[in-house]
């Protein structure tokens, strides 16, 4: 055979490997996308790169599969919903401490499930395997509650992060969310 023809061969071979590793990739990202959600999104802002970013969320998959996430007994979730309903009527006349509660209860629920609570950006990958849609409430309470310990929380900022509380909580008990309500005025609707 001649060499132009080997040639030919050569660049049709790199170009069918090539469109394999592009369709690979895109299906990647597509998968990733479909996932995570706007935790997708955020890795992405976050990294140098989308493949960095990509790589990340696979990491996080890789290590929430090597947890043992359990739902929790009937028993234990009756319990939590309980403790919620206290905390949140609580909120009205104690916001700050409210907020912290649910920041602890939250905590626990997840610790019972089997997240580890070594490290809350952890956690937080952690959970957005499971539950990337509420991931961002979960980030967004704990914002606050961190600012509760400066004292630089105002009550709607309060307000808000115990909302997202409350849908990180009912995700986490596998329950809706109205399960969760008791309605005191001022706690129970998200008006932002």
Same mark, same amino acid.
Request: aromatic content about 8%; charged content about 35%; cysteine-free.
């Given at each position: 055979?001649?060499?132009?023809?080997?040639?030919?061969?050569?660049?049709?071979?790199?170009?069918?490997?090539?469109?394999?590793?592009?369709?690979?990739?895109?299906?990647?990202?597509?998968?990733?996308?479909?996932?995570?959600?706007?935790?997708?999104?955020?890795?992405?802002?976050?990294?140098?790169?989308?493949?960095?970013?990509?790589?990340?969320?696979?990491?996080?998959?890789?290590?929430?599969?090597?947890?043992?996430?359990?739902?929790?007994?009937?028993?234990?979730?009756?319990?939590?919903?309980?403790?919620?309903?206290?905390?949140?009527?609580?909120?009205?006349?104690?916001?700050?401490?409210?907020?912290?509660?649910?920041?602890?209860?939250?905590?626990?629920?997840?610790?019972?499930?089997?997240?580890?609570?070594?490290?809350?950006?952890?956690?937080?990958?952690?959970?957005?395997? /499971?539950?990337?849609?509420?991931?961002? *409430? %979960? @980030?967004?309470?704990? !914002?606050?509650? &961190?600012? $509760?310990?400066?004292?630089?929380?105002?009550?709607? /900022?309060?307000?808000?992060?115990?909302? *997202? %509380? @409350?849908?990180?909580? !009912?995700?986490? &008990?596998? $329950?809706?969310?109205?399960?969760?309500?008791?309605?005191?005025?001022?706690?129970?609707?998200?008006?932002?």
């Amino acid at each position: 055979m001649d060499a132009w023809v080997w040639i030919v061969i050569v660049l049709a071979v790199v170009a069918v490997v090539g469109a394999v590793w592009w369709i690979g990739q895109r299906r990647r990202s597509t998968r990733l996308r479909e996932q995570f959600g706007s935790e997708y999104d955020r890795a992405v802002s976050r990294a140098d790169t989308p493949a960095e970013a990509e790589a990340e969320l696979e990491a996080r998959e890789v290590r929430r599969g090597q947890l043992d996430i359990r739902p929790l007994e009937a028993d234990e979730r009756e319990r939590f919903l309980l403790e919620w309903k206290n905390v949140q009527a609580n909120f009205v006349d104690d916001p700050t401490g409210t907020v912290g509660a649910a920041d602890r209860l939250v905590s626990e629920v997840m610790l019972a499930r089997g997240y580890p609570m070594d490290d809350f950006e952890r956690r937080a990958g952690d959970v957005s395997v /499971d539950h990337p849609d509420v991931v961002e *409430h %979960y @980030r967004s309470a704990h !914002a606050v509650f &961190l600012t $509760t310990e400066e004292r630089k929380a105002e009550t709607e /900022d309060l307000r808000k992060a115990f909302v *997202h %509380y @409350r849908a990180l909580f !009912a995700e986490l &008990l596998e $329950t809706r969310d109205e399960e969760t309500e008791i309605r005191p005025e001022g706690a129970d609707e998200d008006r932002g």
